[in-house]
């Protein structure tokens, strides 16, 4: 029996006046594959605990199957949990250790043709009568997961199963999982803060920033119409051009983004999405690219739907199969706050300190500021882009993905192609307005 997983605004707070949870609500439909993403101390461990009953919830309600559950103690539950440091007996082998809880459960019960089952089904036969000390890494991971899956549970809870294991094991991995609880059809809440984690494994997923949920979808949806500037730059990589612009609207000619330097002219005529940003005429916003939204090539080369700029070639990446290409544009890029990786572009020292205040300035603040602002716009401390000079500036604003067969340097200035159609706006708080949030996802079904 799987279960119905609903959280109505749950909130824990460890101390008095610091939510690491503020009002989260979700619904996990039964059979539903849900993955909790969010960058490190966001709270995503701290909400599997308390539906697994292994945390107290301070305000809300937790309901499973529609009753309320709060108060059940873990074994009530009936839920199966696997941890990033999966704790195997290591005097008991792997048959021992699978069939552990088994024998807890119906003590009478012979567990071994459920231990065999399941080992079967995990591939992992021929490791029954080892101990942990003689199996490797992603073998103990297995036989952790053949512990949990044993059990038959009506849901699964998973805190970064994966994360210890190196990277090729962990792809391998995440597609057993994936296959199993699909298989198995068990309610699974799965949490991570590795985004491509996130988007291969989930039915849906829940993003969450210092512990508000910032956007609740399919990853189809995250990817292509995130709410807001965080959830932009969260997920996908290369990371997404998040570039400072300023919307110009006369009355009588084009309307254009101003990126610093140069601008991008919105074809005309104007889509509706284009029309709306006529509202925010002289307001700075940010604008996002996301790498495919950006090619390499003459503007004669251009399609319908596509604009010209030009870039600085700073840096080339290698990838192997393609190439990443980070230009300058004379652009200045936006600051988003709480992300766990920055952009590895390299960074003048100055202005990376600068930053650091910044962030650190929103951690101090961290209670009444877990959901605020999402992007850093005005920071009062800063000086105004006219007056920073110009060596503050980074050296990439822009990455380009591109095939491995162009032959481009540093200091080459190269003709860009921007595809409008792909172009998101973000206003001042880092709220999406274009695409509108009104346009309806119509990727899904
Ligand atoms: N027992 C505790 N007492 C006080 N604060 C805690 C406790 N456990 C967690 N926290 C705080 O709650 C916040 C959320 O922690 P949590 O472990 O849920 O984050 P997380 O998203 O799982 O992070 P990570 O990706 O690093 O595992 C953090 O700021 C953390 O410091
Ligand atoms: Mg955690």
Known sequence: MTRAISLHDVSK???????????LSLDIAPGEFLVLLGPSGCGKSTVLRMIAGLEEITEGQLLLDGEYANDLIPSERDMAMVFQNFALYPNMTSRGNIGFPLRIEAPGEDPAPRVDATARMLGIEDLLDRLPGQLSGGERQRVAMGRAIA?????????????????????????????????LGVTTVYVTHDQTEAMSLGDRVAVLRGGVLQQLDTPRTVYALPRNVFVAAFIGTPRINLLRGIVRAPLDGAMTISLGKQYLRLPEPLSLDHQLLRVQQGREVIVGLRSEAVRIAKPAAARPGEVAISGLVEHVEFQGHEILVHFNTGSRPAVVPDLEAPRPTARPNRRRRREGTVLDRFRDRAGALRAGPVVVLDDPAEPTPEAAPAEARLPGDLVVR???????????????????????????????????????PDLDE
């Open 151 to 183: 059990r038959h549970p009506s849901a699964f809870l998973m805190d970064e199963p994966l994360s210890n294991l190196d990277a090729k094991l962990r792809n391998h991995l995440r597609a057993e999982i994936a296959a199993l609880t699909r298989q």
């Open 13 to 23: 707070a460890y101390t008095r006046d610091v939510r690491v949870v503020d009002r």
């Open 402 to 440: 591109t095939t491995p067969d162009i032959d481009l340097r540093r200091g080459m200035h190269v003709p860009l192609l921007v595809d409008i159609a792909h172009l998101f706006v973000f206003d001042q708080h880092g709220e999406r307005i274009c695409p509108t949030p009104a346009r309806l």
